[in-house]
């Protein structure tokens, strides 16, 4: 019989949360600890910035354990490492994982290079491939995992040709995932936001196209990250009888 259980409350479990210092990942990281949920957080780059993001969550929630881990996951070892020092760190286990990591590039694809694909193939493809194995085989029973991917998955536009193919395969795998893992009640589903508020986009998107995607979502605006966070909240906690679904966030830029 599964272990399934209909719970809503996600305090005293454990998150595991890749790029979880900073952006989507960061405020993640801080409503579920606002929750009570203990955090195991990843980051590449910046331990400085890690670790005052740690105080800060130590801080602000003294009854939740926080835990922060550098390291690159370019390697399936490095996933299984990743794993293996979140339960060293909890050895109740890891209860939620939830993957943030992901790469953008826009440009034609008669131009991509192999050395950028190969980045893409790896970051946004090979990672979350091995994060969802790790997961599924570490997470505890009525588990929850979660991937962040993207709304361009539903969106037919140019020049993000190998972002929206590295990063398809991760719904698909999840789909498949969320079948194998019935038996012991462990939910997997993806989160597909819009076009983010980020100083990437910006980075790379003229006004004029920054402009456009506002003016297709609601509100006239791009997707905030305080948009999405929610949304990983309820997949983790109350929305549980949710799982091998992709949910699109963008204010109306995607349909599917």
């Not at 409503?31 to 910035?49: K, Q, R």
Request: net charge neutral; no cysteine.
């Amino acid at each position: 019989m599964s272990p399934y259980l209909r719970q809503t409350s996600i305090a005293g479990k454990v998150a595991l949360i890749t790029g979880g210092t900073k952006n989507l990942g960061g405020e993640t990281a801080r409503e579920l600890a606002s929750l009570g949920a203990n955090v195991f957080l990843h980051y590449n780059s910046n331990p400085e910035g890690a670790k005052a993001f740690q105080t800060e969550l130590k801080t602000s929630y003294p009854k939740v354990q926080v835990e922060i881990y550098q390291g690159s996951l370019a390697k399936a070892e490095d996933l299984t490492k990743l794993f293996e020092a979140a339960k060293n760190a909890f050895p109740q286990g890891v209860d939620i994982a939830i993957n943030n990591v992901g790469k953008a590039v826009k440009k034609p694809l008669v131009t991509v290079s192999e050395e950028e694909f190969d980045e893409l193939d790896s970051i946004n493809h090979k990672v979350a491939f091995f994060f969802l194995k790790e997961a599924a085989k570490n997470v505890n029973d009525n588990g929850r995992i979660v991937s962040i991917v993207s709304s361009l998955l539903a969106a037919y536009i140019p020049n993000y040709s190998a972002y929206q193919g590295t990063k398809a395969g991760v719904e698909f795998y999840s789909r498949a995932l969320s079948k194998e893992l019935q038996s012991r009640g462990i939910t997997v589903n993806s989160v597909a936001p819009g076009p983010m508020d980020t100083p990437f986009l910006h980075k790379i998107e003229p006004k004029e196209v920054v402009g456009h995607l506002k003016s297709v979502a609601l509100g006239g605006r791009l997707t905030e990250v305080p948009d999405i966070v929610p949304i990983v909240r309820f997949l983790v906690g109350e929305g549980a009888w949710i799982t091998g679904q992709t949910i699109f966030a963008s204010g109306g830029f995607t349909t599917r």
